[in-house]
């Protein structure tokens, strides 16, 4: 039996703009890893076995029969390693029994959620895992394929995304990313492409392109103790798109515009841009939400970036609505007295800092 054992990290994320416009061809969007983890724990087992002990699900075996998995017990919350692992399997054929082990570290020990991307941690940790222990093990050393395959495997789990949290958790920093072609991805996936071919595959418009933080730019995270169900509020931004096709249009353009300024000024290593492009990103986000009726800057996350206002510059952060808010300052003497109007408004200081790694293997 298989004596190797491996331990795999994959950080989490947060949005920093272009949320919501990243679903659209040509969007770009600046997103990041942070420095809270999801880890696998895999070694050789005598059959197939998980444990996520922190979502009370242990001891759970699973079959295969004709690449498809079939677990001990029935739990919606297992749909992400169902199919991570069918997509593995598709890619690299069926390998000898593991005993997979998760914990995660991107919510709080009393339970409260960040939203920081447990699912897309998830994905990139254990596809890794599985490609580390596979007879295919150089993969796991490409983050090119490994957020390939976990884009598929996405896409089969849930049917649409811009993936943007895969690549962060892949990549690690500060990243430009635009999404790919979900509609080619989906189109390949009907016709039944393999998934080895898909991997060689050049995907439409897809760019991950690292960026460097400039020195005078400090980055804080503020935690609203509210959480957002995401799905509904994407859906009725989505709706614009057939009832009001002119002004969502025109929000496309304006993320695009304050996404671009903000690119300029991490390329340029100025913060001036940073904190134009963020607060035109925001302008762009509350009109679409008053505009699809979705609450994206919530009150508490207004407190959040009004508390920035003659400091930098704040936003939402991801689908908006609770979780997270974010702000830019170039005087670090200014984060203390930021944290300080947060706490007065009833907002968390998150001590959550940038990963500057992507997936690692221990």
């Known amino acids: 039996?298989?004596?190797?054992?491996?331990?795999?990290?994959?950080p989490g994320k947060l949005f920093v703009a272009g949320e919501y416009a990243v679903t659209e061809p040509k969007q770009d969007s600046l997103i990041i890893a942070v420095d809270r983890y999801l880890s696998v724990d895999i070694q050789a087992n005598r059959s197939n076995r998980l444990d996520l002990p922190q979502l009370k699900l242990t001891d759970i075996s699973w079959k295969l029969d004709e690449e498809k998995v079939t677990f001990s017990v029935q739990d919606q919350r297992l749909n992400f390693i169902k199919h991570v692992i069918e997509t593995f399997i598709a890619y690299a054929g069926e390998q000898s029994p593991v005993h997979i082990f998760v914990t995660s570290e991107l919510d709080d020990r009393s339970g409260k959620k960040y939203g920081l991307g447990s699912s897309a941690?998830?994905?990139?940790?254990?596809?890794?895992?599985?490609?580390?222990?596979?007879?295919?093990?150089?993969?796991?050393k490409d983050?090119?394929?490994?957020?390939?395959?976990?884009?598929?495997?996405?896409?089969?789990?849930?049917?649409?995304?811009?993936?943007?949290?895969?690549?962060?958790?892949?990549?690690?920093?500060?990243?430009?990313?635009?999404?790919?072609?979900?509609?080619?991805?989906?189109?390949?996936?009907?016709?039944?492409?393999?998934?080895?071919?898909?991997v060689q595959s050049d995907w439409p418009d897809l760019k991950i392109?690292?960026?460097k933080q400039?020195?005078?730019?400090?980055?804080?995270?503020?935690?609203?103790?509210?959480?957002?169900?995401?799905?509904?509020?994407?859906?009725?931004?989505?709706?614009?798109?057939?009832?009001?096709?002119?002004?969502?249009?025109?929000?496309?353009?304006?993320?695009?515009?304050?996404?671009?300024?903000?690119?300029?000024?991490?390329?340029?290593?100025?913060?001036?841009?940073?904190?134009?492009?963020?607060?035109?990103?925001?302008?762009?986000?509350?009109?679409?939400?008053?505009?699809?009726?979705?609450?994206?800057?919530?009150?508490?996350?207004?407190?959040?970036?009004?508390?920035?206002?003659?400091?930098?510059?704040?936003?939402t952060s991801g689908a908006?609505?609770?979780?997270?808010?974010?702000?830019?300052v170039s005087d670090p003497a200014d984060c203390e007295h930021i944290y300080q109007l947060w706490t007065k408004a009833g907002i968390?200081?998150?001590?959550?800092?940038?990963?500057?790694?992507?997936?690692?293997?221990?």
């Open 1 to 10: 039996m298989n004596a190797e054992r491996y331990m795999v990290r994959a």
């Open 121 to 140: 941690a998830l994905s990139v940790a254990l596809m890794t895992a599985l490609l580390k222990f596979s007879t295919n093990s150089q993969a796991a």
């Open 143 to 198: 983050p090119l394929t490994i957020f390939k395959l976990a884009s598929i495997a996405h896409f089969k789990a849930q049917g649409n995304g811009s993936c943007a949290d895969i690549a962060a958790s892949t990549y690690g920093g500060w990243l430009n990313y635009r999404s790919f072609d979900s509609d080619w991805l989906i189109a390949q996936l009907n016709q039944a492409q393999s998934v080895s071919a898909l």
């Open 209 to 211: 392109t690292p960026l």
């Open 214 to 315: 400039p020195e005078e730019l400090h980055f804080l995270i503020g935690w609203t103790k509210e959480s957002a169900q995401t799905a509904p509020m994407v859906a009725k931004v989505r709706n614009l798109k057939t009832e009001q096709p002119e002004r969502y249009q025109a929000f496309l353009q304006d993320s695009q515009r304050a996404v671009e300024q903000i690119i300029t000024g991490f390329q340029q290593g100025e913060v001036e841009p940073i904190f134009a492009g963020i607060t035109a990103n925001r302008a762009a986000l509350k009109m679409i939400g008053t505009e699809a009726g979705v609450p994206i800057e919530s009150p508490a996350l207004t407190k959040l970036i009004e508390a920035v206002s003659t400091h930098g510059a704040a936003k």
């Open 320 to 328: 908006g609505g609770g979780d997270c808010g974010i702000a830019f």
């Open 348 to 362: 968390d200081p998150l001590d959550i800092h940038v990963s500057t790694d992507g997936v690692v293997i221990y």
